[in-house]
């Protein structure tokens, strides 16, 4: 007849799956960690960048007849008619970044990574991303597209993503209006 206890030896078992398990688990906490500090230092200062290159971008469009005319005519266009002004810097700023960053990096960067990998990915989705946008706007948008990429691609989260094309729209939508 058996015993109605398990062998010991099935205790044992037992207590070195739960241990490699407990230290599978602190080792995933420990990434974990090390990602949200390193997504920590992405700064203030990086941003503050990205709003520079946009500022400096708008100066020298205005410095060639061809787009300060074009320039000059949406900022006419939009100083006249304060619905559309408002909807447009709420769409710009409120829902662009989330909806967008999204689409281009959240899904396409992914499935483009998973077919070219590597830098032809971060430049794919960069140049859909731009063309997505007015052909007068593809230079600074493609870089900030390739700029989202790669945090993306760094960070593993479309936060930091969303967040300096936030902050690129905050900067150039009142410029622009």
């Known amino acids: ?8 030896g099935f205790f044992k078992t037992v207590l070195v799956l739960l241990r490699a398990s407990r230290k599978r688990a602190a080792g995933r906490r420990r990434r974990q960690n090390q990602l949200l500090r390193h997504r920590a230092s992405i700064n203030a200062t990086d941003w503050g960048v990205v709003g ?4 400096v971008y708008l100066t020298i469009l205005q410095h060639f007849p061809e787009t300060a ?3 000059e005519e949406s900022q006419a266009y939009l100083a ?14 409120g829902v ?19 077919e070219w990998g590597g830098r032809r990915a971060v430049f794919g989705s960069a140049a859909f991303f731009a063309i997505y946008h007015p052909p007068i706007s593809w230079i600074p948008v493609g870089i900030v597209g390739i700029a989202a990429a790669l945090l993306f691609k760094k960070t593993g989260s479309l936060i930091p993503a969303i967040t300096l094309h936030l902050v690129y729209n905050a900067i150039v939508c009142p410029v622009s209006l």
């Open 1 to 8: 007849m058996s015993s109605s206890h398990p062998a010991p």
């Open 52 to 55: 520079l290159f946009a500022l």
């Open 69 to 71: 005319e074009i320039l």
């Open 80 to 93: 006249n008619n304060v619905r559309v002004r408002t909807t447009y810097a709420f769409i710009a700023v």
């Open 96 to 114: 662009a970044p989330f909806a967008e960053e999204y689409l281009f990096r959240g899904l396409l960067y992914r499935a483009l990574d998973r």
